[in-house]
T-cell receptor, first 114, second 115 residues
Framework: SAVISQKPSRDICQRGTSLTIQCQVD?????MFWYRQQPGQSLTLIAT?????????ESGFVIDKFPISRPNLTFSTLTVSNMSPEDSSIYLCSVGYRGTDTQYFGPGTRLTVL | AQSVAQPEDQVNVAEGNPLTVKCTYS??????LFWYVQYPNRGLQFLLK??????LVKGSYGFEAEFNKSQTSFHLKKPSALVSDSALYFC?????????????FGQGTTLQVKP
């Protein structure tokens, strides 16, 4: 399995500001995903980060609110823009390899918006 | 539409006893099924998966799960629970026709193992 790191591990932010979360993998991966886990809730896919092209967003998530970059096969960023307290969640990246169906998750970024 | 249900918010077992965490799914075609565990303040750890083959799959930490197509279930089991198994468990499903790799997660079940 991959070694996945996320930065920051946690942050407390003010309403109206933006936070960029980084996801770094120790090997090249085919697919990278960003999930949100709201307090006491399950995981919901935000988008698939595509290398060299625009991310594919799930229903209910838009690029203006959650811009994503993936400049290469080992790195991606998720920005949470113009934050409100409703954005307080754990944000997790996950990765998948071609030829395997398993996704491996990073440790998550715990975001609190005041 | 694809969905996953974990009917129990919490499961309580005594250490040494067998445990079962239930999961049922709804997906078109033959599903890909997964179990993940989340410890407090940690990310998700992969436990096991069913893609094809034997209905009983074995995974990490002594866990196993049984795929039952007729009941559309994929219950997680362990013969003898440990206190350290206490965590939040998620069942997830992926459609084999999906070209995005998207996982649909259940609501999660908190497992509490008491000494």
């Amino acid at each position: 399995s991959a070694v996945i790191s996320q930065k920051p591990s946690r942050d407390i932010c003010q309403r109206g500001t933006s936070l960029t979360i980084q996801c770094q993998v120790d090997s090249q991966v085919t697919m990278m995903f960003w999930y949100r886990q709201q307090p006491g809730q399950s995981l919901t896919l935000i988008a698939t980060a595509n290398q060299g092209s625009e991310a594919t967003y799930e229903s209910g998530f838009v690029i203006d609110k959650f811009p994503i970059s993936r400049p290469n096969l080992t790195f991606s960023t998720l920005t949470v823009s113009n934050m409100s307290p409703e954005d307080s969640s754990i944000y997790l990246c996950s990765v998948g390899y071609r030829g395997t169906d398993t996704q491996y998750f990073g440790p998550g970024t715990r975001l609190t918006v005041l | 539409a694809q969905s996953v249900a974990q009917p129990e918010d919490q499961v309580n077992v005594a250490e040494g006893n067998p445990l079962t965490v239930k999961c049922t799914y709804s997906v078109s075609g033959n599903p890909y099924l997964f179990w993940y565990v989340q410890y407090p303040n940690r990310g998700l750890q992969f436990l096991l998966k069913y893609i094809t083959g034997d209905n009983l799959v074995k995974g990490s930490y002594g866990f196993e799960a049984e795929f039952n197509k007729s009941q559309t279930s994929f219950h997680l089991k362990k013969p003898s629970a440990l206190v350290s198994d206490s965590a939040l468990y998620f069942c997830a499903v992926r459609s084999p026709t999906s070209n995005t790799g998207k996982l649909i997660f259940g609501q999660g079940t908190t497992l509490q193992v008491k000494p």
